[in-house]
């Protein structure tokens, strides 16, 4: 016989009383919109990763540009002379010499003896002038060109020093 309690005079549970508990159906629901839930967001992290990635390098070779193209600039105004060398070019300074380094893949730049800076450059057609003729080397130059490229853009890079007639001369 069974007690209000809904224990048996035997004094074990009922067999035949309902728990409140999730169907094994709801429980797979769950998990399926929770894994569809993880996915969604993994490949959205992804994707935001990989374009933040894509942009910090591009950003990298932009920088390395800039600052090959700045410090060109200043050392071709700051020069006293300049010379062609065998790789490159010698530049005569107030402070000491400068030497950059042209590879098809690199620039060189060498400050002082001190310091030495590698800027990741694609190099092309690049021409050292001096009045407009092709320079020799160990002579003096008034312009350099080269060609570079940054994302498959090509990018034509233009120097030129103004001599006073007091320093061609010296």
Do not use: H, W
Request: charged share 25%; hydrophobic share 45%; net charge negative.
């Amino acid at each position: 016989m069974e007690s209000q309690d809904g224990l048996s005079e035997k004094g074990g549970m009922m067999l035949n009383k309902k728990l409140p508990a999730f169907t094994l159906m709801e429980v797979t629901i769950a998990m399926l919109i929770a894994a569809i839930a993880i996915a969604i967001t993994f490949t959205a992290y992804r994707i935001v990763s990989g374009s933040y990635l894509n942009f910090t390098r591009k950003q990298d070779r932009v920088a390395i540009f800039i600052t090959a193209d700045k410090l060109l600039k200043q050392d071709f105004l700051k020069a006293k002379k300049i010379v062609k060398v065998p790789d490159g070019l010698t530049m005569e300074m107030e402070e000491g010499i400068v030497n950059y380094n042209f590879n098809n893949a690199y620039l060189l730049r060498d400050q002082f003896s001190l310091r030495t800076d590698t800027f990741k450059l694609k190099i092309d057609k690049l021409n050292f002038l001096f009045e407009n003729e092709a320079a020799e080397e160990g002579s003096t130059v008034d312009q350099c060109s080269f060609e570079t490229e940054i994302d498959k853009q090509a990018i034509l890079l233009y120097y030129q020093k103004t001599y006073s007639a007091k320093d061609l001369f010296q």
